[in-house]
Structures are given as structure tokens and as C-alpha cells.
């Protein structure tokens, strides 16, 4: 896009062992779902995201970094940095059009009262998943508050939802 992520850069592979290594371990501690593992997963995504060369965005590896610390805000309830950290995520190489980024980000917007911008990525939600097969998989294990919203700004599918 515009040039910004031209060539075909590697990082290195202790680079990039330890990038993965530290966003599992950042993903395992929020999974505990207390201010402990957030606190954790925060360090670890953070020390990530240090590890890659400037800017980070023309990494792949950054989306799901941006997406866990989004993550981190989102059950801390800070909705605001949420979507910040989410539009972060999707601003990477190759996340525009992730299901579940837009989902993030969807949410977020919805929980912050833009329902404009929650009807938008919802939508965007929808239709990547169902453009890969997967249909309303996507909304699987969500609030339902979420796809009901969608079904009253989006037009159902000519085969139905």
C-alpha cells in the first residue's frame, strides 16, 4: 500500500522466535483474564514489538501484538485504547480484512456508543468470514448483542443469515 511495505524483508530467525515466543506468552497470560496476566501480556507484547525494526506495521507479526494489547484494554474496559490498539492491528501488513480484527474493533466501537463506525467493521467482520466459508462463525462465542445489532445495518444474505 502506497510503497510503505515494499521488498521482501525477513527478520531474522532469532528475531523472530523470540517475537513469537513473547506473543504466545503474552496471549497465555491474558488468557488468565486478571490484572496480573493483562499487566504480563502488556510487558511481553510491548518487549515484541521492540524487537522489530522500524516501522513496526511492515511486519505481519505486529497485527497480532497490536490485536493482544487491544486485547489487554478491552478487559481492562478502556474501549477507547481498545480501538486504538485494534486500528493499530489492522494498520499492519497484510491484517486489513482480518475477521476477527475488524470483530475487535467493531465491538469496541459499538461498546463506545459510534454506532456508525461499529456497523462498519461489524459488517467488514462478517464479510471476510463468510467470504472464507466460515459464515457467522465469526460471532461464535461473542455477545449476541453484537450480530443482533449488525442484522438491524446490514441486509441479510439473499440465503439468509
Not at 11 to 36: F, M, P
Not at 44 to 71: I, K, N, R, S, Y
Amino acid at each position: 500500500m502506497f510503497g510503505l511495505f515494499k521488498g521482501n524483508k525477513r527478520l531474522s530467525d532469532d528475531v523472530q522466535r523470540r517475537v513469537e515466543g513473547l506473543s504466545s506468552q503474552a496471549v497465555r497470560a491474558l488468557a488468565r483474564n486478571d490484572a496480573d496476566g493483562r499487566q504480563q501480556a502488556y510487558r511481553h507484547c510491548l518487549e515484541a514489538l521492540e524487537l522489530l525494526p522500524e516501522p513496526p506495521g511492515q511486519w505481519p507479526q505486529a497485527a497480532q501484538l497490536f490485536a493482544v494489547l487491544g486485547d489487554v484494554y478491552w478487559q481492562s474496559g478502556d474501549f477507547e485504547t481498545a480501538s486504538n490498539a485494534y486500528i493499530d492491528a489492522i494498520s499492519c501488513r497484510d491484517a486489513l480484512g482480518d475477521a476477527a480484527l475488524h470483530l475487535r474493533l467493531g465491538r469496541a466501537h459499538y461498546e463506545l456508543g459510534d454506532s456508525d463506525r461499529a456497523a462498519d467493521e461489524l459488517c467488514r467482520a462478517y464479510l471476510a468470514s463468510a467470504h472464507a466459508g466460515r459464515g457467522l462463525a465469526i460471532f461464535e462465542g461473542e455477545d449476541p448483542k453484537y450480530f443482533e445489532f449488525l442484522k438491524t445495518r446490514m441486509q441479510a444474505p439473499q440465503d439468509g443469515w
